[in-house]
């Protein structure tokens, strides 16, 4: 059998077993994400393949910036309708198919590194086998709604084939054109998949400093291209310096978050530091899934571990620069994992953490494992047939607890029970679980799982930097009748001094929503804390408006006209708010309203033309 032909046979012998470890993970539902992007969004539920309809499905998220994804749900809801295994068994085909084409990857790169064919043959699928049964990979493909971020990272192995394809046949003196065109249409793909494939110039680049070095046929040719990659790096730079630093950068707090953009960077040390912790020895029980209790660092020794893992991260950084001669995979594989973090842990004011950010930086973890291992197997001089089973223990040792995460993603009440026992802290992970047996219950106090939804959102309460679940809990004590207006005043003394992160300020929304079906809801506490959240940090007009025509619907007459006028007087000076405001309330029945609100918007936009004509 030729060396092709066994490479094939095992890369595919390799994805297959990625795939079918993530099977018991197919049943469950739709959770967090997915469900404004799948089953809350109607533009995907398309019933026939009409290009209009998969157009809009495409372009119903973020203006079209992660067109593919949706649009292959769209097509998912085509064959399957709202089949959540379904969704998951795509994204796991997709990861099969990743499978194979890193496989193809290592393949070249090895090849460029000066690794003998029969070595790359064998080696190869390894590795992929590698990043695919991590149990890091678990939720990345069975969180379906992260199908943005399996699509990117397979259209940029795609393109970094390609690139290397080129790099080859430039170091050949041979045609390589093809092979760049190739590479950009990848690219360009992975953009449409997910934002932080803008990236894929930082991997060439780690590829070019260490096993590439620059090399071609011709001078001419490797003097343009690091002339090209200095300019890239003097662009990326100034676009850091002039353009993202002004606009992400927050010396206070980012909105909804209780950090600053300083305070998030000397965070995102621990987080990488947790990250690296988690690919070294990821057990289901170190991979919670829900990273809402991660306290951000307050200064180097606030936590006293922010500082140790800085000089890890930068130590690690300065290891693979000095080394990129003397052992460029380990390099390599050091620079890609932390380059694929260059936008999560930056000063865009994300989410602390989340384990999909791995995706793509886990190659260059298994990459460097690999090379590790590799000069392990050398100095200890093991004879190939132990280093070969040496590596297939690692390999079914991730490969069990990826079976044990994945199992958990197959029951509703599984996961669920899984966040709480693993996330104890995270108020995240009690309103999921409170949500489940609700929805089980069926709304439904004498049922078993109405009880248990009970039980879960007052221990989710205790938690004292949220309020959703203590939300939650007065609205199933409504609902079981038990609550009592001691409830609603710990509530309103709880949005008092909690964080106002969105969902937080989400609060008032949903009680608003929730009361304006069941009456036994009374509309007074509701306001009450719409006007806690109001003074802490302001609603936009078109929510108090919206707040009105609520008080207004349930006899609150001073406060609907109340919140009527903030709207008015808050709104941008060229903003149609006020006139449209006024004639929607005619067209409601409230002409009286109308009338009194057409001087304060008259005095509003004198108002503001007076700002202007100072300015």
Known sequence: MS??????????????????????????????????????????????????????AAYSYGGGARALPMLSFALDHWRSGLDPAAFKATNIAIHVLTTLVLAWFFRLLLASA???????????????????????????????????????????VLALCAYLKMRHAQIAGERSRQYGVLATLCWVLALASKEDAILLPAYTLALELTVLRFRTASAALEKRLRRGYQLLVALGVAVFVLVLVPKHWYPDSYPGRDFSSLERLLTQGRVLAM???????????????????????????????????????FGL?????????????????????????????????LELAFEHRNHFPLIGAVLALGDLLRAAFERLQLKPGTAVLACVALIAALSSATVLRAQAWGSRVGFAEYGTRVAPGSERAWIDLCQTHFELSENRPSDPHFAKALATCAKGATLRDGATNLTNLVLLKTIDGSVRQSDWEQLFERMRRVTLTPSNVGVAWHLARYSNGDKRVEPRNVIAIIDIIGKRSDFRPEEYAAFGYYAAKNGLEDDAFRYFVHAVEISPPNSTLPEALIADLRREGYPAWAERLIPVARAHRAASAGVRRAD
């Open 317 to 349: 950084l300065a290891l693979a620069w000095r080394l990129r001669h003397r052992r460029p995979l380990l390099s390599l594989g050091v620079l890609l994992f932390f380059a694929g973090h260059a936008v999560s842990s930056n000063i865009i004011g």
């Open 114 to 156: 000066g690794w003998s064919a029969t070595r790359t043959a064998y080696v190869a699928p390894l590795l992929a086998l590698a990043w695919a049964v991590h149990p890091l990979q678990v939720s990345s493909v069975l969180y379906i709604v992260q199908r943005m971020q399996t699509m990117g990272t397979l259209f940029l």
């Open 275 to 313: 990250y690296l912790g988690q690919v070294l020895w990821p057990l289901p029980s170190h991979l919670p899934f829900y990273y809402d209790d991660l306290q951000p660092s307050r200064g180097l020794l606030q936590p006293w571990t922010t500082l140790p893992a800085l000089l890890l991260v």
């Open 3 to 56: 060396l092709s032909r066994r490479f094939l046979l095992l890369a595919a012998f390799g994805a297959l077993i990625a795939g079918l470890l993530l099977l018991p993970g197919l049943g469950g539902g739709f959770l967090l994400d997915d469900k404004p992007a799948i089953p809350e969004n109607a533009a995907v539920q398309v019933a026939t393949l009409d290009a209009g309809q998969l157009m809009q």
